[in-house]
């Protein structure tokens, strides 16, 4: 077993030795671990209480006993051009497309994307609610789609697919590498 705190790797007559303590720093296995697990909950506890008012209300609200939030996904803001266009071509024609710049809008504005420690969550729908889950289990690989612009801008889609025919994409996000590296941490953990 590797000491956790200096990385030293006792040998076997070390280890039967003394089972619970570092031969070389001389430190308890035990409180090691057990100071690295309330340090982790702490960091947990910080994260979740300075980002409530962050989660969206869907993903919040159908979280689960032993559930948090990993991470929240914005949209990249080059996705809220077509609703600048759309307001400015309604402001041409007198408020004719105002109705749809404003579904456009509300549309964008009610897209959440998330993941917590159990599943990846996409939800879709003004009035309506249309959600793709998938367990962080199910998964088996997280692919990157970028674009030339994407590329440029800094935006792009990450599709996590899973087993049999499911996928969860997440679409016009910003800084998609950090968001695919995010979910294979937290999806593939190495411990």
């Known amino acids: 077993m590797q000491c956790p705190a200096c990385h030293y790797e006792p040998t076997l007559?070390?280890?039967?030795?003394?089972?619970d303590q570092c031969p070389s720093c001389g430190r308890f296995y035990a409180k090691i671990k057990a100071r690295q697990q309330e340090d982790a909950a702490a960091e947990r506890a910080r994260l979740a209480k300075a980002s409530r008012s962050k989660i969206p209300s869907y993903i919040r609200e159908s979280l689960s006993a032993e559930e948090w939030v990993e991470a929240v996904f914005r949209l990249h803001w080059a996705s809220w051009i077509s609703v600048w266009i759309l307001g400015i071509f309604s402001l041409l024609t007198f408020g004719?497309?105002?109705p749809?710049?404003?579904y456009q809008w509300l549309s964008l504005r009610s897209l959440e994307q998330g993941v917590t420690n159990k599943r990846l969550i996409v939800k879709r729908g003004i009035i309506s609610r249309k959600t793709e889950e998938m367990k962080l289990s199910s998964i088996e690989t997280v692919e990157?789609?970028?674009g030339v612009l994407g590329?440029?801008?800094?935006?792009g889609n990450v599709k996590a697919t899973?087993?049999?025919?499911?996928d969860?994409?997440?679409?016009?996000?910003?800084d998609p590498i950090s968001v695919k590296r995010r979910l294979e941490s937290i999806c593939?953990?190495?411990d």
Do not use: C, K, M, T
Not at 151 to 155: A, E, T, V
Not at 162 to 166: A, E, F, K, L, T
């Open 96 to 98: 004719l497309l105002a």
């Open 151 to 155: 590329r440029l801008l800094g935006f």
């Open 168 to 174: 969860v994409v997440y679409r016009n996000v910003d």
């Open 188 to 190: 593939h953990p190495i």
């Open 100 to 102: 749809l710049a404003i």
């Open 13 to 19: 007559s070390e280890h039967e030795a003394n089972p």
């Open 162 to 166: 899973g087993r049999g025919i499911s």
């Open 144 to 146: 990157l789609q970028q």
